[in-house]
C-alpha cells in the first residue's frame, strides 16, 4: 500500500496521469438530476386519503340535505294538520313565488319543498303545476349551486311521477335539454337526480324526443360509475329509452351492451335487475342486439342470476333469456330450458309473496 502511494505521489509530480488500474474500480456515475422517483405506496396512501376526504365530504352533505328534508317533512305534516295542504294552498303558491324571486338557497330550499309536496299527493302535483312551478324548476336546472339544480331536477321527478298531464308541461317548458346538460357536467349527485327525472319523463312516449336531444351517451357513460345509484338510475333510463326500436340500435352502437353484460355481476342487487331489464329491452325483437349481447357473454351471467336472491332480479334475467331465446343462436336450446325451469320458480316465488320489487317497466316490455 505504502509503494502504491509513493507511485501515484511520483506520477503527480512528474505531471503525467495515474493509470486506471492504479485506481480500482470506476465509481458508479451518478444519476441524472431530476424529478424524485416518487414510491407507489405513497402515491397510493396519497390517493386513497384524497378520496376517504371526498367520501366525508359527500357524507356530510348527505346528513346534511337528510337533515333539512326532515325539517321540511316536520312543518309539512303540521300544516297537513292544520288542513293547508289543499290544492288551493297558500303554501305552495309562496314556495313557487319564492323559485321566481328569492336568493339561491332559499329557491333550493323552495325546491325541496315544492318535491317532497308533490310526493306526498297527487292533489299537490296539480296544484304546484297550476301555481306555476314547472317553468321555475326548469329555470333552476341552470342555477350556480349544484343543490339548488338538483332539488330543481328531484322536484320535476316528483311532480312528473304517475302524472301524464305533468310530465307533457315539464318537457314542453324545456326541461329535456337542461336535464342532460345536468348528466353531461355536474356533480355525481346531480347526475343521479338528472338520471332520474329523465327516466321518469321517459314512461310516457317522450323517449325518441330524450334520445334525440342526446341523453344515450351520457347515459352509458354514467354506467361506468363508481357509485351504485348512479348506476342504476343511469339503466334504468336505458331501460326506457329502451322501449322504442330506433333507441334499441343507438344505445347498442354507442356501447352499452358489454357495460350491462357486466352490471349483471354488480355487488348491488338493484343494478342487477336493471341491467338484467335494459338487456331483456335491447333484444326485444332485435336481431343484431341479440347477437351483440351473445357476444358480449350474457348468458352465463343472466342464467347465474335465475338463483340470485331477488324474484325482481330472477325475472328480469328470465324475460331477457326468453328474448335472447328467440334469436336462434347456438345456445338457444340451453338457454330455454333454462328460462322455463326457473319459470317455475318465479311463478312460485310470485304466489308465495310478491315479485319482490320489480321494475315499474315490467308491463311495457316486449
Known amino acids: ?36 422517483r416518487r414510491d407507489p405506496r405513497e402515491v397510493r396512501r396519497r390517493a386513497e ?27 309539512i305534516e303540521k300544516d297537513r294538520a292544520k288542513g293547508m295542504t289543499t290544492e288551493d294552498d297558500e303554501p305552495i303558491t309562496r314556495q313557487v313565488a319564492t323559485l321566481s324571486m ?18 306526498a299527493s297527487p292533489e299537490n302535483q296539480a296544484a304546484i303545476v297550476r301555481a306555476g312551478a314547472v317553468a321555475q324548476l326548469v329555470q333552476l336546472l341552470q342555477g350556480r349551486a349544484p343543490e339548488a ?25 324545456g ?54 345509484g348512479v348506476r342504476e338510475e343511469a339503466a334504468g333510463a336505458l331501460v326506457i329509452l329502451a322501449l322504442n326500436a330506433d333507441n334499441q340500435a343507438a344505445i ?31 333484444a326485444a325483437e ?8 351473445a357476444r358480449a357473454g350474457a348468458f352465463a351471467p343472466l342464467a347465474e342470476l335465475l338463483k340470485d336472491d331477488l324474484p325482481g332480479v330472477r325475472e328480469e334475467a328470465l ?14 336450446e340451453a338457454v330455454a330450458s333454462a328460462a322455463a325451469a326457473a319459470g317455475v320458480a318465479i311463478r312460485e316465488a310470485a304466489l308465495a309473496g310478491g315479485s319482490g320489487g320489480g321494475s315499474a317497466h315490467r308491463e311495457k316490455v316486449r
Not at 339544480?149 to 314542453?172: M, S
Open 252 to 282: 347498442a352502437q354507442v356501447g352499452a351492451v358489454p357495460l350491462l353484460v357486466d352490471l349483471l355481476k354488480d355487488d348491488a342487487a338493484s343494478v342487477r335487475e336493471q341491467a338484467a331489464a335494459a338487456l331483456r329491452n335491447l
Open 175 to 228: 326541461a329535456i335539454p337542461a336535464l342532460i346538460r345536468l348528466l353531461k357536467e355536474d356533480a355525481v349527485e346531480v347526475q343521479e337526480v338528472a338520471a332520474t327525472a329523465l327516466q321518469t319523463l321517459a314512461e310516457t312516449n317522450n323517449q325518441v324526443e330524450i334520445a334525440q336531444a342526446g341523453a344515450i351517451v351520457p347515459l352509458v357513460a354514467l354506467l361506468k360509475d363508481e357509485r351504485p
Open 102 to 119: 328569492g336568493s339561491e338557497d332559499e329557491k333550493t330550499e323552495a325546491a325541496l319543498f315544492l318535491g317532497l309536496l308533490a310526493m
Open 149 to 173: 339544480r338538483g332539488q330543481a331536477a328531484v322536484a320535476l321527478g316528483a311532480l312528473a311521477a304517475n302524472n301524464t298531464y305533468n310530465k307533457v308541461a315539464i318537457v314542453r317548458a
Open 49 to 75: 386519503g384524497r378520496k376517504a376526504a371526498a367520501d366525508e365530504e359527500r357524507r356530510r352533505a348527505d346528513e346534511q340535505r337528510r337533515r333539512e328534508e326532515d325539517r321540511i317533512r316536520r312543518k
Open 286 to 293: 332485435n336481431a343484431d342486439n341479440q347477437a351483440a349481447i
Open 1 to 36: 500500500a505504502a509503494g502504491g502511494l509513493a507511485a501515484l505521489a511520483g506520477q503527480a509530480a512528474l505531471g503525467s496521469p495515474p493509470s486506471a488500474a492504479s485506481l480500482g474500480p470506476t465509481p458508479a456515475p451518478e444519476p441524472p438530476r431530476g424529478e424524485p
Open 319 to 332: 324475460a331477457a333469456l326468453r328474448n335472447l331465446a328467440a334469436a336462434g343462436l347456438e345456445e338457444a
